[in-house]
């Protein structure tokens, strides 16, 4: 079958649903193959592992008319192979893929062999001649299951990633075949129309009580605190940015990006911002960026006291909940969020709280007049004619030029759930969490932090106070992810004498359909991990 087929127009349909199941199966042999959270090895293995797998590819054949096709060695084969000692000599990389070349000077014949084991291994040669849609999709679908973290998997729970919910990700199949283009209204007819209206409810579930509020989609956290500074600018060229030392590092970011000065860094107790230190350093000239979900511990600066303080001061207020803030979507959470309304702008990011696939980040402004700075012309997209003649200017809406339709598989997933259903899934991860660190305290082999604000628990091994200290937890992490097992986070935060950074483990648990039994055998593994590493260190001069 051709593998040059047309997602869109007639027959693309159909093509998608030969090929569609064929990666789908492909996935779910993958997955079988990983058999955990994570692959095994680590970066030198996996990367090696790959270029073993580069010769199977070559090899795989589909029969005529019918796809079949030749069984691959797999990851996880790869993987052990390379955990091995090689038995000889002649440990060559396969062959890639390609037609053979005539030497050149520009082009010179391939050796017989090339190292395996390593990154370098890498050569970043592209195949001339193509295997086939099927062959090729088949084949690297499965392998980037079996080598992919997985973040359904309740062992992978280091990080602000959650496992996507399958009708987001159904609708972005819809999206990426239909390949609307988001900067202009003739490129992207009803996926600008269905944009316009679920940012308009995401501005209106922030600020329900502004007069005109607006949102527009950014590709994460990152981008929309991009967007906080860059309109905090345009409003006074003299802005001078102000944050927790609890703030994600794209503040700071932000801040090099646009030119302005560093961030003022005010001090923070338990992971929280303190209002007496911030209005210690605000003037009029400040714009303050508090955090309501930070990523070391799910903590929530207190918003209605720094919101107070700003008005106070007359200084700009830009609220980071890109963790926190969909927790407005549920009765029983949105409390937490008080304040948040007082805000000049808010980050937000559904590929956390709200299980979408990356990217899926919102920006929103209390004021939509914030908006206009990102205003910007060119005649082939937004002529002043075509705007006045009642075409919608999209390319105001972002400060990217093409972009995906991302709106439109946050907007089916609203469409599905409901507000009320999407804060049910928050509720369930900020209870998971709370029984979790239940589980953590009563553990003999592990030390708590503290009580989760949100969904996240963070604790280190007891062995650690009484041995180890930061270099054994360090390595219980890195010994859990070679080994894949487990993936875990880290997170320094001051509770060492004097105020030092002390290093803790993190569980940030975005699974919606887990409970807290399922993460007793991770905090076991945890511990157990923490004594055997121990031991090694003792007896080995040299700590691994």
């Given amino acids: 079958m051709r593998a040059d087929g047309l997602a869109g127009g007639e027959g693309g349909a159909d093509r998608l649903g030969e090929l569609i199941p064929l990666a789908l199966r492909a996935m779910a042999a993958g997955i079988a193959e990983r058999g955990g959270p994570a692959p095994a090895g680590g970066p030198a293995a996996v990367a090696a592992a790959l270029v073993a797998e580069r010769g199977d590819l070559g090899q795989v054949t589909a029969a005529a008319g019918l796809g079949e096709l030749a069984p691959a060695a797999g990851l996880r084969h790869a993987l052990a192979a390379e955990s091995a000692p090689a038995s000889g000599p002649d440990h060559a990389v396969p062959a890639e893929p390609t037609a053979p070349q005539p030497a050149s000077p520009h082009h010179p014949a391939p050796t017989s062999a090339a190292p395996r084991g390593g990154r370098e291994s890498v050569t970043g040669a592209l195949p001339r001649t193509g295997v086939g849609a099927e062959a090729a999709l ?17 062992s992978c729970a280091a990080h602000l990633h959650c496992p996507p919910l399958a009708v987001s990700v159904a609708a972005d199949v819809v999206a990426s075949a239909l390949n609307p283009s988001m900067d202009s209204w003739d490129q992207a007819p009803v ?6 209206e679920f940012t308009a409810g995401i501005a209106r579930l922030c600020y329900p009580y502004a007069e005109t509020p607006d949102a527009v989609v950014t590709t994460g956290g990152t981008e929309s605190n991009l967007l906080g500074l860059l309109l905090a600018r345009e409003r006074n060229p003299r802005a001078q940015p102000v944050c927790g030392a609890n703030a994600h590092h794209s503040v700071a970011r932000a801040a090099w990006l646009l030119g302005l000065p560093a961030p003022v860094v005010v001090p923070c107790e338990g992971d ?19 955090t309501a979900g930070t990523t070391n511990t799910g903590t929530l600066d207190p918003l209605p006291e720094i919101a107070r303080i700003c008005r106070r001061k007359r200084a700009r207020l830009h609220v980071d909940a890109a963790y ?80 995906r339709p991302d709106a439109f598989r946050m907007a089916v997933t ?41 969904s996240t628990v963070v604790l280190r091994p007891v062995v ?7 270099e054994l937890v360090a390595r219980v992490r890195r010994a859990l992810l070679e080994a894949g097992t487990a993936v875990i986070g880290r997170a320094a935060l001051p509770t060492g004498p004097g105020g030092e950074n002390q290093l803790w483990l993190k569980l940030t648990l975005l699974h ?33």
């Avoid at 407005?328 to 709200?354: N, P, Q, Y």
């Fill in 512 to 544: 919606p359909h887990t409970t807290a039994e399922d993460y007793r055998p991770l905090l076991d593994r945890i511990a157990a991990t923490a004594g055997a590493e121990l031991v090694t260190g003792r007896e080995s001069p040299v700590a691994s």
């Fill in 464 to 470: 650690a106070d009484e041995a180890g200290g930061d």
């Fill in 324 to 403: 926190g803030g969909m927790a407005l979507c549920s009765e029983t959470l949105k409390a937490k969020l008080d304040g948040l309304e007082l805000a000049d702008s808010v980050a937000l990011d559904l590929h956390k709280f709200g299980w979408q696939p990356v990217a899926a980040g919102l920006f929103a402004a209390r004021e939509a007049a914030d908006l206009a700075a990102l205003t910007v012309r060119a005649e082939y997209l937004n002529a002043d004619d075509d705007t006045e003649a009642g075409l919608p200017d999209l390319l105001g809406r972002s400060i990217r030029t093409s972009r």
């Fill in 272 to 290: 929280r911002m303190l209002p007496g230190a911030l209005a210690d350093v605000l003037t009029a000239d400040s714009v303050v960026v508090a």
């Fill in 414 to 454: 609203v469409h599905a759930l409901g507000t009320e259903g999407l804060g049910a899934l928050v509720e369930r991860c900020c209870t998971t969490a709370t029984e979790v660190a239940r589980l953590v305290d009563d553990h003999p082999g592990l030390r708590l932090w503290g009580r989760p604000e949100l």
């Fill in 138 to 154: 088949e084949h690297l679908s499965r392998l980037l299951a079996a080598g992919s973290a997985d973040p359904a998997d309740p």
């Fill in 191 to 196: 996926a600008s129309e269905l944009e316009r």
